[in-house]
């Protein structure tokens, strides 16, 4: 072997690995961008579904308590029937508790709402936007830049192969010789 098949090796190794890492470095990139989106997607959801979510509890602690009212004029009315009156004592506590587990719905919501909305500015603030919007805007922008990038990479890369293949094909005969460019070098060492 000559040595500028050597050289020449060297370089389309040298040219492989660099092309490999930077298409490591684009993959995480994507892999966090995609990260970035479906965290923002997901609070965007989130805090827009929550006004109806929290009118729905708080109408169904209204009812509760209007239940409440009712079930206490029942009592009153009741007087000495037992029956009558055991009737709206479990009312009256019926309503009492889902007054109760409306009223708890509502303040846990409240609490996620808070945690959403400082995720929200954690994203933003992350990737130097203002809002969950701008977020999944910059988010859907990145990307197709990081789309665009990988897509070239692997064209250079298999660009490499093929250089590879050929600098191989041409010392063996094989026009299939290499599929990667990994090893050249001691590949034509053996032959």
Avoid: C, Y
């Avoid at 719905?105 to 929200?120: M, T, W």
């Amino acid at each position: 072997m000559t040595d500028p098949l050597f050289t020449l090796a060297d370089e389309l190794e040298r040219r492989d690995a660099v092309v490999a890492a930077q298409l490591v470095r684009v993959e995480a990139a994507q892999a966090e961008v995609e990260e970035i989106r479906a965290q923002a997607a997901a609070a965007a959801a989130f805090l827009a579904s929550l006004p109806a979510v929290l009118a729905g509890f708080t109408a169904d602690e209204e009812r509760a308590d209007d239940d409440r009212v009712t079930a206490r004029a029942a009592l009153a009315a009741a007087g000495e029937d037992e029956l009558a009156a055991g009737r709206a004592r479990a009312a009256l506590a019926d309503a009492e508790a889902r007054s109760a587990r409306a009223r708890e719905h509502q303040i846990a919501l409240q609490q996620d709402g808070a945690v959403r909305r400082d995720e929200a500015k954690a994203l933003a603030a992350r990737v130097g936007v203002d809002d969950l919007g701008a977020v999944l805007a910059w988010a859907s922008h990145r990307r197709g830049e990081l789309l665009v990038e990988h897509s070239g990479l692997a064209r250079e890369r298999e660009a490499v192969v093929r250089e590879a293949s050929e600098l191989l094909g041409a010392v063996t005969g094989d026009p299939l010789a290499a599929s990667s460019v990994q090893g050249l070098r001691a590949r034509l060492r053996r032959l």
